[in-house]
Structure formats: C-alpha cells, structure tokens
C-alpha cells in the first residue's frame, strides 16, 4: 500500500502562484510515476502534469508552461509549482501514484490522495 497526503492548498490571487506537495509513504518501490489532476465543480477529473521517480515529465496542454512538476527522491515527495493561476484553475488537486508507466489516464493510476482545495479569485 502506498499513501498519498497532498498539502499546499489555498486561496490565491488571479495571477499568483501555490505550490502544492504531494508526501508519499508505505510500498515506494512499487511505483513508478506520480501524477497531479485535478477536478472542478460539476467537470471530470483532469490530468495535469507527471513525473516518474527517474524525472521524466509530462503535461497536458492546459498547464504547460504554468506549471512545473518536481520531484525529491530523497524525501519521497513530489511538487506541483503553479504560476499565473487563473479563476479557471479553482478546483480540488489530487495527487496519484502509477506503479505502471507514466500516463495521463485516470484510471490507470492505483493510489490517490484526499485532495486539497486550490481557489483563485480576487
């Protein structure tokens, strides 16, 4: 089993920045690739950005270039930087764990974490 506890969650200006982190704990060795979505009132769940533990990323065209995925192997963490956030970006973030290959498709991720809630507004 692996547990996922994302924090960095907030209220946050149109055109701020969060960071969000994503603490992994239990079976590491069993994954291969983390990934963020995220999911909006009333919309499916949508892949942002994925890392595997090598670095190797991945993003949607939605957030390329606002935001950046890292990852510390030392600390079995993974981040999501999010720069020049928009009202668009409100929703609850999730951070997940593959012990597959790295991949957009929700299904295809075996842990999640509870989420935390990203609001941009003014």
């Known amino acids: 089993q692996v547990q996922l506890v994302e924090s960095g969650g907030g209220l946050v200006q149109p055109g701020g920045s969060l960071r969000l982190s994503c603490a992994a704990s239990?079976?590491?060795?069993?994954?291969?690739?983390m990934g963020w979505f995220r999911q909006a009132p009333g919309k499916e769940r949508e892949f942002l950005a994925a890392i595997t533990w090598s670095g190797t990323s991945t993003y949607s065209d939605s957030v390329k270039g606002r935001f950046t995925i890292s990852r510390d192997n030392a600390k079995n963490t993974v981040s999501l930087q999010m720069n020049s956030l928009k009202p668009e970006d409100t929703a609850v973030y999730y951070c997940?764990?593959?012990?597959?290959?790295?991949?957009?498709?929700?299904?295809?991720?075996?842990?999640w974490g509870q989420g935390t809630q990203v609001t941009v507004s003014s």
């Open positions: 997940a764990a593959a012990m597959g290959l790295m991949t957009h498709v929700e299904n295809e991720y075996n842990y």
């Open positions: 239990g079976s590491i060795f069993s994954i291969n690739a």
